[in-house]
Each structure stands twice: as C-alpha cells, then as structure tokens.
C-alpha cells in the first residue's frame, strides 16, 4: 500500500485533476491511499467566510458562499458531464454540502460570534467538497474508488483548530478503514487537514496540514512510501525566491528534511517528517506538473551522503540578551530563565551561553514583552531586532573538516551575532542582520553549492 496526497494546487481545476487522475491510475498496482486537500484557495476563501459571517457581514458572507458553491459546481460539470448519472449525483451531494456549509455560516451570521469549534467545521468543507468532487471523477474514469471520511479515522486533542494527532487511535482505526473500503475496489480517496477529538467534534490540523494527515495515514497502515505531490520538481538546495542558481536534491535524510521544513521551505509542513519515521517510511516529494521528475527522496540517514545540503534561514527574528554576574558559578540560573519562556509560552529557537551571559532567539512574531519585563527583575536584558538567522544544513557537516571554514570565509565582512552548532550533526546556525540576509545566502550558496573552488584561495 502507498499513501499518495495530492496538495491544493495538484487538484486546483480540471486540467490538475485530470493530470492528477492519470497520476493515480499509474500506481493502481500499488494501492494507493489518496489522501486530497482543498482545491487551491478554498481554504483561505473558507477563513474569510467565517470573518465575514462573525462579523454579520450576510452581504459579503452570501457571496462568498455562493462563490464556493458554483466552483465546486462549475468542476463537477467539466469533469462529469460524459457521465450524466454520476454528474447527477454529485451535483447533489455538492449542494448537500454546500446546503449545509450555508446553514452555519447563516447561523454564524445571525449571532455574530464565532468559536473555534465551528470555525473547524466552516473551514473542513474545502477538502470535503474536494475529495467528494475528485471521488466521483475517479469513478467516471473507470477507477473504482471509496470514499473514507478523515473524521472518523483521524482523532486529534481538542484543540479545534490545530488538533494534534492521538496516534493510538488513529493505529487502531486506520487499517480496519482502509481495508474494510479497499474491498472489491481499485483506490481509496480521503481527505487531509480535516479530523475530530474523541467527543466526536470536527478539529483540523492547522494550516498545511494535509501532508500530516497522509504521513499519519501512512504510518498507520505501514504504507511502503508516502507521496507527497505538489507543484515543485522537489526540496531544493534554497529557497528560489532568495537564490537564482538553487539545485533540486534528489535525496535527503529525515533529519535534513526536518530542518529544513522548520524553515517554512514550503514544501512539506513540518510535523510530516515524525509519523514516517517511527515506522521508517520513505517520503517522496513530486511534482504533479511534471509527473516524470524524479523528485526528492527523503529516506533513512544511513542511505544519504554527508555533505551539506541547503541554506536556510529565518528572515525575521529577535536575538534576546541576558546578562548577569548571578549567572558565575551558580546552578538553576537557566532553570529560571526558561521557565519565564516557558510559561509566557514563547518558542525559543537557537541558543548560545557564556559565564555571564545566555543569548536566545525567538521569532518576531512571538509576543515577548512579559518575557522580558519578568527576566529584567534578575538580569539585563538586550533585545536586538531585525536580525536574521542562517542554517546550513547537511547530514555530519560539523564533522566535516574545513566546515566552519567554509560556513563562515564567505561571511567575514559581515556581523555575526550568535553561533549554534547542534548536537544533532546536521546544523550549524548564526545570526546576521536582516539588511545582510540576502546578500549572505547568495555567497554562502554560491560558495557550498555553485563555486566551491572559490573557496580554496583563501
Ligand atoms: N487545505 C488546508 C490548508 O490550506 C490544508 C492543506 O492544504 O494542507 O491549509
Ligand atoms: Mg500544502
């Protein structure tokens, strides 16, 4: 069995679903779980109905809805219409879903207030109204497919809006599901990002999350490969909105692959690594637009190359300062430091100490002002905004010799404000002025990846 998802833009409009389609009709031999999000934009188009209608906007509300209802119409139409019968059919349980999708935005409307409990609900229609679409056209072209309901499989904590998975439940459900729809049937279809808590109550993932779904799903049924299908040839060596010359990776090892997707690369949410580790699953990235590429193979350490792999950085972070004589020759200073993070529920991402001194970086994002009123009651504090954070990434590199060298010759002109070379091997991370980030992945990735003999005359 193969677990194979297939992302918004993969399923945006008939010519994607058509390509999709032929995708999954070539991999029938191995039984595929498709695993499907919402067409492209409908989730986004599904957070701005639930604003609308919390803030009793029934203009707006309505016509968003409306908008809603005949793209999944006006698709169902282009991708059926050789099958009147199934056309008609799912013409109905469109409306059926959209009949439903309307009542509680209505309601929402009405009251004016909304809890996160039926903002799950509002925002699971994208990929039920996808996967249902995308399940008809797959038996019009002769596939037959079943349709499973995420929600009954995918059991998640209570938090309605980023639900995290219970992966006990989720082992225990799936295979019975998929086995029990596989019968007599050539594939199965189910839809990502979408859940429900042990009470039965809708929950979604979180944004992106669909990859998830289908690495849970994978691990679950002990899939032999998950397939994420997207719209790029792979992970690349760095982001290409940054760097013009970046190189496609063929394979990567769930380690790099994990920190990479830390840095939002974009191409895999980062949760997706986890599930398919435990069970030691091979992850393919690939590119429905170009279904013949070869993609990027995220396997076991052991089967990857030491050497670097990618730059990544962190555009916009703040480097937190701690200062204090205190710190000299005492024990549980860093207990008391973290634990002020730790309850203001501030994500901490590199850190580096000294005798006197802890410096940590957190995103810009993170509301830190309690942080930093609580530290200042024991200790100085610096913060240093519009900073940026590099990550040069590759499996064994800070073994490798002449590394460092390398990392950092590039750089000598610029400021380097905190260094961190992680336990793991895989990661050696700085940090440089935001105005500077541009300029110091370009040379960093011209030197690691397009120019290494550059190097050399220093
Ligand atoms: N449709 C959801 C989103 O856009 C989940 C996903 O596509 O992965 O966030
Ligand atoms: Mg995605």
């Known amino acids: 069995m193969i677990v ?11 010519e994607a679903i058509t390509r999709t389609i032929s995708i999954i009709e070539s991999k029938l031999d191995s039984r595929p779980v498709v695993v499907v999000s919402a067409l492209s934009k409908v989730t986004d188009l599904l957070y701005k109905i639930s604003d609308a209608a919390a803030a009793r906007n029934q203009e707006e509300t309505s016509g968003l809805l409306s908008a ?17 019968a199934l056309l008609e059919e799912a013409m109905v349980r469109v409306n059926a879903l959209c009949d439903e999708l309307d009542g509680i935005a209505n309601a929402v409307c009405a009251l004016g207030e909304l809890s996160d409990r039926n903002k799950a609900i509002i925002i699971s229609f994208g990929e039920r109204l996808s996967s249902t679409v995308i399940c008809f056209a797959m038996n019009a072209k002769g596939i037959r497919t079943n349709f499973i309901d995420a929600r009954k499989m995918m059991i998640t904590s209570d938090a309605y809006l980023k639900g995290e998975p219970v992966e006990e439940e989720i082992c ?3 295979p019975a599901m998929v086995t029990e729809a596989y019968s007599g049937m050539d594939a199965v279809i189910t839809q990502g990002f979408i859940g429900s808590n042990l009470k039965g109550e809708q929950t ?19 899939a032999q490969q998950i397939e994420i299908w997207t719209d790029v040839d792979g992970v690349r060596t760095a982001d290409p909105r940054k760097v013009e010359n970046t190189l496609c990776l063929e394979r990567i090892s769930f380690e790099e692959a994990a920190e990479m997707a830390h840095f939002g690369a974009k191409v895999l949410h980062p949760l997706t690594i986890e599930p398919a580790v435990k069970k030691c699953i091979p992850i393919y990235v690939l590119n429905s637009m170009n279904p013949s590429g070869k993609g990027t193979a995220i396997l076991r350490s052991e089967l990857i190359e030491d050497g670097v792999k990618s730059v990544s950085f962190k555009e916009n972070i703040r480097v937190i300062n701690i200062f204090s004589m205190k710190m000299i020759n005492t024990s549980g200073f860093l207990r008391r430091v973290f634990e002020i993070f730790s309850e203001n529920k501030v994500s901490v991402d590199l850190i580096s100490t000294s005798e006197a001194n802890i410096s940590v970086t957190v995103d810009s994002s993170e509301k830190i002002d ?15 905004e519009d900073k940026s954070q590099v990550s040069v990434i590759g499996k064994n590199i800070v073994r490798l010799n002449g590394m460092l060298k390398k990392t950092f010759t590039p750089l000598r002109r610029c400021n380097v404000y905190m260094i961190s070379q992680g336990a793991s091997f895989v990661n050696i991370s700085f940090v440089v002025d935001r105005e500077e980030l541009t300029d110091v992945v370009k040379e960093l990735h011209r030197h690691l990846f397009e120019h290494p003999e550059e190097l050399e005359a220093f």
């Open 4 to 14: 194979m998802k297939f992302g918004g833009t993969s399923v945006a409009n008939f």
């Open 370 to 384: 309690k942080v930093v009123e609580e530290l200042s009651s024991f200790a100085d504090v610096i913060v240093d």
């Open 204 to 222: 979604v993932l979180g944004r992106g999350g669909s990859d998830y779904s289908a690495s849970l799903i994978g691990m679950a049924v002990g």
């Open 68 to 84: 809603l209802r005949s793209r999944h119409a006006g698709l169902a139409e282009e991708l059926l219409h050789e099958s009147p």
């Open 172 to 174: 225990a459900r799936v």
